[in-house]
């Protein structure tokens, strides 16, 4: 199975700074033949399940804030919120499919500062 | 819309079995698959299995094979998990969620069943 690690455990930001996110996979989730990489981001509140935020590494799902973008390639990869607003306290997974099973990093807490 | 709306909270004691459904309204059922995770207090998801509505045999992930079996009912778009032998550290909250037939990544999910295995 392929092992996501997310970094940081948990992050405290001030209103309106940037956060980023860093996940690293422990092999290459790009599919060289569609030049994809099969990363996805999700957001979890309390009580709530997983909200894709991203596929693709960097597509924004529909109805996201553009504040919110992805980025990276092969085995290293970052959520990146540009402007952090108090509804963004959550934790933050990443999630492969490039493989099977499909498996999520231990997650990122994202509090205020 | 796109709903997942699961069945309520179980309790079960240890070495019982439990029946979690998920049912799908809003898009057409048999055009994505359900997968079936959970998730233990302060972890990750946990991917389980996938099933197909529109038939085949469900894929079980190897560390509940044995114990997992998932099912569908096209008639009612509903999809169930059923998850033998419990012991404790079954205890979590499990959810179902969707995905295209070529990408396992979870567009809709359903709002999670709590499963408390205790004594």
């Known amino acids: 199975d392929i092992v996501m690690t997310q970094s940081p455990d948990s992050l405290a930001v001030s209103l309106g700074e940037r956060a980023t996110i860093n996940c690293k996979s422990s092999?290459?989730?790009?599919?060289?033949?569609?030049?994809?990489?099969?990363l996805a981001w999700y957001q979890q509140k309390p009580g709530q399940p997983p909200k894709l935020l991203i596929y693709?590494?960097?597509t924004r799902e529909s109805g996201v804030p553009d504040r919110f973008s992805g980025s990276g390639s092969g085995t290293d990869f970052t959520l990146t919120i540009s402007s952090l607003q108090a509804e963004d306290v959550a934790v933050y997974y990443c999630?492969?499919?490039?493989?099977?099973?499909?498996?999520f990093g231990q997650g990122t807490r994202l509090e205020i500062k | 819309q796109v709903h997942l709306v699961q069945s309520g909270a179980e309790v079960k004691k240890p070495g019982a079995s439990v029946k979690v459904s998920c049912r799908a309204s809003?898009?057409?059922?048999?055009?994505?698959?359900i997968h079936w995770m959970r998730q233990a207090p302060g972890q990750g998801p946990e991917w389980m299995g996938i099933?197909?509505?529109?038939?085949?045999?469900?894929s079980y992930a190897q560390r509940f094979q044995g114990r997992v079996t998932m099912t569908r009912d096209t008639s009612t778009s509903t999809v169930y998990l059923e998850l033998s032998s419990l012991r404790s550290e079954d205890t979590a909250v499990y959810y179902c969620?969707?995905?295209?037939?070529?990408?396992?990544?979870?567009?809709?999910w359903g709002q999670g069943t709590l499963v408390t295995v205790s004594s």
């Open positions: 969620a969707r995905s295209t037939s070529d990408y396992y990544y979870f567009d809709y």
């Open positions: 809003g898009y057409t059922f048999t055009n994505y698959y």
């Open positions: 099933i197909n509505p529109s038939g085949g045999s469900p």
């Open positions: 092999q290459t989730v790009l599919y060289n033949s569609n030049n994809k990489n099969y």
């Open positions: 693709w590494a960097s």
């Open positions: 999630q492969q499919y490039y493989s099977s099973p499909p498996t």
